[in-house]
């Protein structure tokens, strides 16, 4: 399995129909990050033993004939400025290294997970993500898959390299003045910025930079990234800037993708 030449929403719904295992996707996952990131950098902390669990989990629902949402268990990396439940959230910096644990999870990890993803790892970031460059002295440099004497850009390099390197085929990151553009750019994936407030940034623990950075995904194609949007988006009582769902949004991704589009 090669997650550079698969399409998430084919990847899920293969899941679903029980040609796949939720297991089968993680496991693919689990075993690329082992190979390869040891020269890329992308990840900063990974838990096998809690993605395949939560991989078993959904595979047990949909036996049991469960909807387990849209993302049916595809495997993400989540930046570390975000929390994830079971992973400490470092944004990078030797002031937070020694973190204990989220309890809990960021609103758009919340809503990923809720969707049917899986959990794998958190991906590298800048210190406090405040450079275009995912570099810090906690974890050290992420490499460009590509050409690993380059940069992966930031600050969500970390998230951009591990899709382009093909260790899972979608992750979170954050822009503020191009943190997801620019690695997207740099490594050959589709990103877009949503509008500040379209993805709610709220919770018990909202982020810094609130009123600079929209959350978001990067993926290898637009048609992954729309179908990834239309899961994490909508209003949250506890984000003041989340905007209401747009109309005919669900009309606009339902229709039938031209023939081509990626």
Sequence with gaps: MDFRREHVDDLAARVAAGEL?????????????????????????????????????????????????PLAGIPIGVKDTEDASGF???????????????????????RLRQAGCVVVGKTNTPELAWKADTDNLVFGRTANPWSVERSAGGSSGGSAAAVAAGMVPLATGSDGGGSLR?????????TIKPSLGRVPVGGAAPPDWADLSAKGVLTRTARDTALALDTV???????LRSLPMPEGWDECLRKRRPSGFQ
């Design 21 to 69: 295992s939720a297991q089968d996707l993680v496991g693919a996952a689990l075993a690329r990050i082992d190979a390869v990131d040891h020269a890329i950098g992308a990840f900063v902390a990974v838990d096998e033993e809690s993605a395949m669990a939560e991989a078993a989990d959904i595979d047990e629902r949909i036996a049991r004939g469960d909807d387990v949402g």
């Design 88 to 110: 400490p959230t470092t944004l990078g910096s030797a002031l937070f290294a020694d973190r204990p644990p989220a309890t809990s999870d960021s609103l758009l990890v919340d």
């Design 182 to 190: 620019i690695p997207a750019s740099l490594c050959g994936l589709t």
């Design 233 to 239: 988006i909508g209003p949250d009582p506890s984000d």
